[in-house]
């Protein structure tokens, strides 16, 4: 089977309203199962049959794609790129990037919301959640987990917006993506300000729920429903209740993430052409910015020509 192009994420950044656009185009098409995550989880499992399956509606003329944001996960990027470009060496990739932040918290309602599944205990309180399920920090590395593909794929290849630039245009964003994969830009697209997989659609477990769970008959009882069911009736006896208290981050949290991440970030601002502020990463952690740099990041020719001609 062909395959075009892939949106590895990254997680928590838009990623799925991102794809739901792209595939309204005519000319592309992307399953309508969420994140297959084929080279990453499947690949050894289940086989090629499985996933070519997902395509078995696609026409010939149209671009494939696949959108599973565990390809730039840090747990499977490295073996994801290698695995897609064993089989597509000419492929393109597109990255969406958000604030770090927002990601984080948005990651954090998502294990509150879908880690009982996994049998993942998320604590109520995220400065807890990071020590907890210490990905979540890894997987917020852009400019680390970009270069797993940079290493293997010129930057010609690689497409990276960012969620801020998406809601305040989503249009505009939408052509570039378009132009990039070299399908008709001004398809009109319906319903182009729609966001899927938002925070207002996330649940947690409450303490009598945490208890059933953590009671051994109980929770075999619970789980001879399966995960829709667990969650429909989780809501309707009050078990699983909407986020709606926002995140709190304690100082302390803020200036460990302001270590862990500055300067991933910024070079990855840097190398994007953002200003370093873009996100307020620093003044959001109380912390003084890096210095800049005295000499500009090095680019391939490939970037440096698109640079120019912008």
Not at 109 to 120: A, I, K
Not at 159 to 178: G, M, N, S, T, W
Not at 193 to 214: C, E, M, P, W
């Amino acid at each position: 089977m062909k395959l075009d192009f892939v949106v590895p994420g990254f997680s928590k950044c838009g990623t799925t309203t991102l794809c739901s656009l792209l595939c309204d185009h005519p000319d592309i098409f992307i399953p309508e199962i969420k994140e297959p995550n084929f080279f990453a989880a499947h690949y050894c499992d289940d086989g090629w049959s499985w996933y070519e399956k997902l395509f078995e509606d696609a026409r010939e003329s149209q671009l494939w794609g696949d959108g599973s944001t565990m390809y730039s996960a840090d747990e499977f990027a490295e073996d994801a790129c290698k695995r897609v470009l064993e089989h597509y060496p000419d492929i393109r990739f597109i990255f969406i990037a958000r604030n770090p932040v927002k990601r984080l918290e948005s990651s954090f309602r998502e294990f509150l919301h879908s880690g009982y599944r996994y049998g993942v205990r998320t604590p109520h309180e995220i400065n807890d959640a990071l020590t907890t399920l210490p990905n979540m920090v890894a997987d917020s590395r852009y400019w680390t987990l970009i270069n797993r593909y940079r290493a293997h794929v010129p930057d010609s290849r690689i497409h990276v917006l960012f969620l801020e630039d998406f809601k305040q245009d989503p249009e505009r964003e939408l052509r570039r993506c378009f132009r990039f994969l070299g399908v008709d830009a001004e398809v009109p697209v319906p319903d182009i300000g729609r966001q899927l997989n938002s925070a207002a659609t996330k649940y947690y477990d409450t303490k009598v729920l945490q208890f059933i769970h953590r009671t051994p008959w109980m929770s075999r009882l619970w789980w001879k429903m399966n995960c829709s069911r667990q969650d429909k009736w989780g809501r309707r006896l009050g078990l699983r209740r909407p986020i709606t208290r926002p995140v709190a981050w304690s100082e302390e949290t803020r200036r460990m993430l302001y270590d862990e991440l500055g300067g991933e970030i910024e070079r990855f601002l840097d190398f994007y052409g953002k200003p370093r502020d873009f996100w307020r990463f620093a003044s959001w952690a109380g912390a003084d910015p890096l210095p800049v740099r005295a000499a500009p990041l090095e680019r391939s020719p490939e970037r440096i020509s698109r640079r120019k001609s912008a």
